[in-house]
Nanobody
Framework: QVQLVESGGGLVQAGGSLRLSCAASGRTFNSYPMGWFRQVPGKERDFVAAISWSDVAAISWSGGSTDYANSVKGRFTISRDNAKNTVYLQMNSLKPEDTAVYYC?????????????WGQGTQVTVSS
C-alpha cells in the first residue's frame, strides 16, 4: 500500500513558477514509476508527466526515463528523490491554461503505467 500526499500548489501569475511535491509512504518507493496528472472541473483527468522506477534505493537520485504531455514539454520537469520518498514537478513559464488540480500517482510498468495509487490533489491557479 502506498499513500501519496501532494503539496506546493497555489496562486501564481502567468510566466511564474511553482514546484509541486508528492511525498510517498512505504519502503519500496523507488520501485514505483510515478506520474503527475491534472484535472479541471467537468473534464477528464489528463496526463502531465511520468518518471520511471529506479533500482537505486535510499539514495538521492534524479535520473530515470521521463515522459511528458506535449502541452508541458520544455516547461515542466519531473524528478524524484528516492532518499526522501518524494517526486517533484517543477513548473516554469506557467500559463492560465495550466490551472487545475494536480494529482500524483504511483503504479507499475513502463512505459505503459497502470496507476494504482493516487494522492488527494493540490490546486494550482495561474492568473493572467
Amino acid at each position: 500500500q502506498v499513500q501519496l500526499v501532494e503539496s506546493g500548489g497555489g496562486l501564481v501569475q502567468a510566466g511564474g513558477s511553482l514546484r509541486l511535491s508528492c511525498a510517498a509512504s512505504g519502503r519500496t518507493f523507488n520501485s514505483y514509476p510515478m506520474g503527475w496528472f491534472r484535472q479541471v472541473p467537468g473534464k477528464e483527468r489528463d496526463f502531465v508527466a511520468a518518471i520511471s522506477w529506479s533500482d537505486v534505493a535510499a539514495i538521492s537520485w534524479s535520473g530515470g526515463s521521463t515522459d511528458y504531455a506535449n502541452s508541458v514539454k520544455g516547461r515542466f520537469t519531473i524528478s524524484r528523490d528516492n532518499a526522501k520518498n518524494t517526486v517533484y514537478l517543477q513548473m516554469n513559464s506557467l500559463k492560465p491554461e495550466d490551472t487545475a488540480v494536480y494529482y500524483c500517482a504511483a503504479g507499475t510498468g513502463w512505459p505503459i503505467i497502470k496507476y494504482n495509487y493516487w494522492g488527494q490533489g493540490t490546486q494550482v491557479t495561474v492568473s493572467s
